[in-house]
């Protein structure tokens, strides 16, 4: 069975940059395509980005584009976020799923981005 596992979060000062890594164990994760979500404290979780199986599609909420880059590493079985120019806004969980989502949510990585 496929699980997804978080990683890469911190605290980082604003205009900083953040890496997140979405590890998958127990099946291949070449067979998915993989979103990014968050969720700020009080607010509902939106989806951040998102990469087909081929990596040829990628899509980014309207705020993180141009600041946030997906990309898949299937011999890794591994999915990235690069997060750069984060603003006190991105504060937040951050978790993957696949698209559309099949499994539970994970625990997530904290990203708090500090003035």
């Known amino acids: 069975q496929l699980q997804l596992a978080e990683s890469g979060g911190g605290l980082v000062q604003l205009g900083g940059s953040l890496r997140l890594s979405c590890v998958a164990s127990?099946?291949?994760?070449?067979?998915?395509?993989i979103t990014w979500t968050r969720q700020a404290p009080g607010k509902e979780r939106e989806g951040v980005s998102c990469?087909?199986?081929?990596?040829?599609?990628?899509d980014y909420l309207d705020s993180e584009k141009g600041r946030f880059t997906i990309v898949r590493d299937n011999s890794k079985n591994t999915v990235y976020l690069q997060m750069n120019s984060l603003r006190l806004e991105d504060t937040a969980v951050y978790y993957c799923?696949?698209?559309?989502?099949?499994?539970?949510w994970g625990q997530g990585t904290q990203v708090t981005v500090s003035s």
């Open positions: 799923n696949t698209a559309p989502v099949t499994l539970p």
């Open positions: 990469i087909s199986i081929t990596h040829k599609a990628t």
């Open positions: 127990g099946y291949s994760l070449d067979r998915y395509a």
